[in-house]
């Protein structure tokens, strides 16, 4: 996840100098490239544009799925016609049918981080100190957080990029702070370390 992340990154001209304005105000005032801390590391992982930067590329790029039982028998329209799932049946959810669901996100295929600012993503409860952190946390407060429909109804999981429920592939909250960690030391790596001051 990590190549795709950068990938959106640096190849977008319009995050790519918002991403890098970020990682550089996390950047500890006394580090050099020899330090073990380089980056205020709780505040970079509470950066909301870079958790949503994040949850935009899991959600083009994740393509595993969910099985689930059916607990209760229903019916399921999809696209005009009735599926009736019986009581213990076995179904499965391709993550990819919900992430690119035109119906659910509009320009499902563009990558648009902004999509996510806001929504409720785990990491963002670690807090920072930054000021650009406390303006966004009190526009989040006055704004109710985006929700995402279908057919005019709230979908309860719009986002599936590790299963889901009991299953889930890896915790959320310790991939999402693996990929921005590593995301900006690859950018310090990749620059020279003037480029981060």
């Not at 050099?32 to 083009?60: G, H, K, M, W």
């Not at 992430?99 to 920072?128: C, K, W």
Request: with cysteine; net charge negative.
């Amino acid at each position: 996840m990590v190549f795709w992340y950068l990938t959106f990154i640096l190849s977008s001209e319009k995050y790519y100098p918002l991403v890098m304005e970020r990682i550089r105000s996390y950047v500890l005032p006394d580090a050099d490239v020899t330090s073990e801390n380089i980056f205020d590391l709780p505040s970079l992982l509470a950066d909301p544009l870079l958790q949503a930067c994040f949850q935009e590329t899991l959600r083009l790029r994740t393509q595993n799925g969910s099985v689930r039982i059916v607990n209760e028998a229903t019916t399921l329209p999809i696209r005009g016609k009735d599926y009736y799932l019986r009581q213990g049946s076995i179904v499965f959810i391709l993550a990819p049918l919900i992430h690119m669901d035109t119906d659910i996100y509009a320009n499902a295929e563009e990558y648009r981080p902004e999509r996510f600012v806001g929504s409720d993503i785990e990491s963002t409860l670690v807090q920072g100190n930054h000021a650009h952190l406390e303006e966004e946390k009190i526009l989040e407060k006055k704004a109710p957080a985006p929700k995402f429909y279908k057919n005019g109804v709230p979908v309860k999981h719009y986002m599936m990029p590790f299963g889901g429920g009991d299953n889930l592939v890896l915790p959320a909250s310790l991939v999402s702070g693996t990929d921005d960690s590593v995301l900006a030391d690859g950018m310090r790596r990749m620059r020279s370390w003037r480029w981060l001051q």
